[in-house]
């Protein structure tokens, strides 16, 4: 019985501290990054480039909600002048599913010019998307559109890889997954600590891993 309390105990400890370490992180993400994100457009500083990162993809190929946000904030962006070109980053890792078409594919159906988006198919990951638009495409200054609940994340993994990014919130409506995805942000972070303390390397250094 006593080792019984003891192990509860210690567990309940764990998971305090555990529980203390997410929140603490999310803390410092957000302290670290607070200035860096914009909501107002008209004040907005600009910057050449806008980096779309990649959400989920319908199997018709239609952009998500929360993806479709991101794609048309950064329109916005461009229609303003804040911005001159794209880079979009995403998820292409099979044949059967590749969110950067699906994103060219829209921005060019709503007045953008081919001519005018950088393709980015190995953004496999939010770390993988920054490390690579700012180590591979040359990107040092830009606008990151994404969720407020995933800008800070984000721009602090742009920071410490020495990018001068700001961001804008794509927030547009209330989504349905909303509450889980926050929850999913919260251990993201912790991936995204150890990341930049290992100053990882991006699961694919080339450029392009195929065509649009």
Avoid: C
């Avoid at 410092?28 to 860096?36: A, G, N, S, Y």
């Avoid at 994100?37 to 989920?56: F, N």
């Avoid at 890792?93 to 010019?113: F, H, Q």
């Avoid at 040092?140 to 993994?157: G, N, W, Y």
Wanted: hydrophobic letters at 45%; proline letters at 2%; a positive charge.
């Amino acid at each position: 019985m006593r080792r019984l309390k003891k192990f509860i105990l210690f567990s309940v400890i764990g998971l305090v501290l555990i529980i203390f370490t997410i929140l603490g992180i999310e803390a410092i993400f957000k302290r670290h990054t607070t200035d860096l994100i914009y909501r107002d457009m008209s004040t907005m500083p600009e910057a050449k480039t806008v980096i779309i990162l990649g959400a989920s993809v319908h199997a018709n190929g239609n952009l998500s909600p929360i993806l479709k946000d991101r794609v048309d904030t950064a329109i916005k962006l461009f229609k303003t002048n804040k911005v001159e070109k794209f880079l979009v980053s995403g998820d292409h890792r099979t044949d059967d599913y590749n969110e950067v078409a699906a994103m060219v594919s829209y921005l060019v159906e709503n007045g953008i010019k081919k001519s005018l988006i950088i393709s980015d198919h190995a953004g496999l990951d939010t770390y993988d998307s920054m490390y690579r638009a700012g180590k591979i495409f040359g990107i040092k200054d830009a606008i990151v559109v994404t969720q407020e609940f995933h800008l800070p994340r984000a721009l602090f993994i742009a920071s410490n890889l020495d990018l001068n990014y700001i961001g804008f919130p794509a927030d547009q409506r209330a989504y349905q997954t909303e509450y889980r995805l926050k929850q999913r942000e919260k251990l993201a972070n912790l991936k995204a600590i150890w990341e930049v303390l290992l100053k990882k390397k991006p699961r694919t250094l080339e450029e392009r891993v195929s065509s649009t």
